[in-house]
Each structure stands twice: as structure tokens, then as C-alpha cells.
């Protein structure tokens, strides 16, 4: 039976972009379905998604990355897809590494498939020195939280399969949400793997998290992924009792 994958792509005024992130699924991952979910842009990203052949959903209002992905997700399980891509419209993942993602969820080797910047043989771009220190420490926090090496816990791009869909559907962390959504698939009991990817840094538009949000970003993140672990540690207690 074939498998039914669909492209969730979150985007916020980027126009600049997502008519060739759209061009460059299309080209290099043939049977791949592709939906950009509008955050409610002010500029032209509908139009320019639309022209390069994407199906859009638009959101009457911006609900922010985690929203939109969660919109994503929703669609993929009302249309019965049994793998669902996350990639980012700002161009910075490299589709070419699409089928490494998507491989092991189809050898049933992991429920989720992190691509890592961070991993052998270290291609492309790797961010800046402050986020890498960010993003080091939440490596480190989600480490010991799933007893699991994360290395890349802020990358977007990533595929789950058909439970996670579901999951995330009906629960996805709203702000910065890549992190936590780690916690929240290994709380599921999700097998999660990590696979090196090449990205490349934006070309145009501006990034969601910028200098003085940095730090803001951590605390804010970091809080989420405590409570969220304590609450998932409460609800099993409960069951027990």
C-alpha cells in the first residue's frame, strides 16, 4: 500500500522564500503532497506558495510557530497521512536530506526523525555562536529529561509518523515549540533518532528569534519542558493510584 506523506510548512511573511522551498520539495521529493500553513502573513506569502503549486491553509489570525504546525498536524490526520515532514518556509533546510527523515519512520526504525546539523560530517551552516550555546543547553536538559543524546533539540526539520501525527494534533507546544515537542514525543513512549542534515542560513526575512529574545527564549522554553515533564509524571502517578 502506498504510503501517503505530506510537507507541513509554517510561515510568516516569507515571501522571499517559500515559493522556492515549495520548487525544491516538488523537484527532489516526487509523491511528497505539501501544505503551507499561512500565519497570517502581511505580505505576499500566499500568492507566492499558490504560484509554485503548494495547497495553503490560512489562519484568520497569527497564532505563532507552534500554532501553525499544530494546524499542520491537523490536517495531515483529517487527510489520513501516514508520515508528515516538518520543514521550515524560510529556505534554511536542505530538502535534499527529505528522504533521510522519511527512511527510518518507513523501515519502522523510529517513530520520529530529528535532522541534526550536529552530527558527522557537520555540513552547512550551524547557526551562531550564541544560539549553539542555547542550543547546547537545551541539548544537554532534553538529554537528561529522556535519557536519550539530543544534539539538534531546536531543528525544525523533522518527521514523525502516523501515532505521532495524532499527538500532535491534539497537542503541540505553541511557543518555540521544537524542544518541548521532543519531551512530548518521548513521554508518548516515541522512539526518536537523529540523522545528519545539511542547513543553510536564510537569505531574506527575519528570523522569529532575534538577540534580546534569545535569552528570553531559554527561560521561557526551559520552564515549558519542566512543567510539561512534571505534568506527564503526575498524570502516571495518578493512573497508578
Known sequence: MEIK???????????????????????????????????????RTEACAHRAGAKVLNLPFNLGIGGAVQTGYQ???AKGYDI??????????????LESLVTPIKNNLCDMAIGSRFLPPYLGYRSSMIRRIGIGFFANLI??????RVTDP??????????????????????????????TASCAKARILEVPVQMRQRLTGLS?????????????????????????????????D
Open 5 to 43: 506523506i505530506l510537507a507541513i510548512i509554517p510561515a510568516f511573511n516569507e515571501e522571499g522564500n517559500i515559493e522556492n522551498v515549495v520548487k525544491e520539495i516538488t523537484a527532489l521529493a516526487s509523491g511528497v503532497d505539501i501544505v503551507v500553513v499561512n500565519d497570517n502573513s502581511k505580505d
Open 75 to 77: 490536517y495531515a490526520m
Open 84 to 97: 508528515a515532514l516538518q520543514i521550515d518556509g524560510d529556505g534554511q533546510h536542505d530538502v535534499k536530506f
Open 143 to 148: 538529554s537528561f529529561l529522556i535519557g536519550q
Open 154 to 183: 531546536t531543528s525544525g526539520f523533522r518527521a514523525v509518523n502516523k501515532k505521532l501525527i495524532g499527538i500532535f494534533a491534539q497537542d503541540y507546544p505553541l511557543d518555540f515549540p521544537e524542544p518541548e515537542a521532543i519531551v
Open 208 to 240: 522569529s528569534i532575534r538577540y534580546f529574545k534569545t535569552f528570553y527564549y531559554m527561560i521561557k522554553v526551559t520552564c515549558a519542558i519542566l512543567l510539561r515533564r512534571i505534568k506527564t509524571q503526575k498524570e502516571k502517578c495518578d493512573v497508578h
